[in-house]
């Protein structure tokens, strides 16, 4: 039986600071009270995910939580950018060739996440791998990690 995430828990210093900027990054809305607070997000198929904002308790350490992100549409690039408005730390860039990878931020306290490539940009990949650009001209993916080297994104055409 298939399962799925109900919701995913983050410990917070700041909870207002924290609420603010998760509903702003997961284009979501607040649906609790203190000392808790829920943020609804779409998830792209007629439903909603959730997330719980907790206080921290004490000794809390940065970090106890990881989400890995994937946009519907519009560019990585544009949602990292996006991201950074809203108070995100650029980490580490990972790029697979043809303007595909992953890229670990941090939120304002510290917690780390990640966020991929759109899936309407997987969903271009068969018609980039004849490509002589590998998509590594752009300048964001300057200094990136290829940790994979050229990934074969063949099986991408079946989403």
């Given at each position: 039986?298939?399962?799925?995430?109900?919701?995913?828990?983050?410990?917070?210093?700041?909870?207002?600071?924290?609420?603010?900027?998760?509903?702003?990054?997961?284009?979501?809305?607040?649906?609790?009270?203190?000392?808790?607070?829920?943020?609804?997000?779409?998830?792209?198929?007629?439903?909603?995910?959730?997330?719980?904002?907790?206080?921290?308790?004490?000794?809390?350490?940065?970090?106890?939580?990881?989400?890995?992100?994937?946009?519907?549409?519009?560019?990585?690039?544009?949602?990292?950018?996006?991201?950074?408005?809203?108070?995100?730390?650029?980490i580490e860039k990972r790029h697979h060739g043809w303007g595909i990878g992953e890229v670990t931020m941090a939120?304002?306290?510290?917690?780390?996440?990640?966020?991929?490539?759109?899936l309407q940009e997987e969903r271009e990949i068969p018609n980039l791998l004849d490509s002589k650009d590998w998509?590594?001209?752009?300048?964001?993916?300057?200094?990136?990690?290829?940790?994979?080297?050229?990934?074969?994104?063949?099986?991408?055409?079946?989403?």
């Open positions: 039986m298939p399962m799925r995430m109900r919701f995913a828990m983050v410990p917070c210093l700041d909870l207002e600071g924290q609420q603010t900027f998760w509903c702003g990054a997961l284009r979501g809305k607040l649906a609790g009270n203190e000392p808790y607070a829920m943020i609804d997000f779409p998830a792209g198929n007629g439903t909603s995910e959730q997330v719980l904002l907790m206080p921290a308790p004490p000794g809390h350490v940065a970090g106890a939580v990881l989400f890995w992100l994937q946009p519907t549409d519009g560019s990585l690039v544009d949602e990292v950018r996006r991201l950074e408005g809203l108070g995100a730390l650029l939120d304002p306290e510290g917690n780390a996440f990640i966020i991929s490539s759109s998509g590594d001209c752009d300048p964001f993916w300057e200094g990136s990690k290829t940790p994979y080297g050229r990934v074969d994104f063949v099986h991408v055409a079946t989403i």
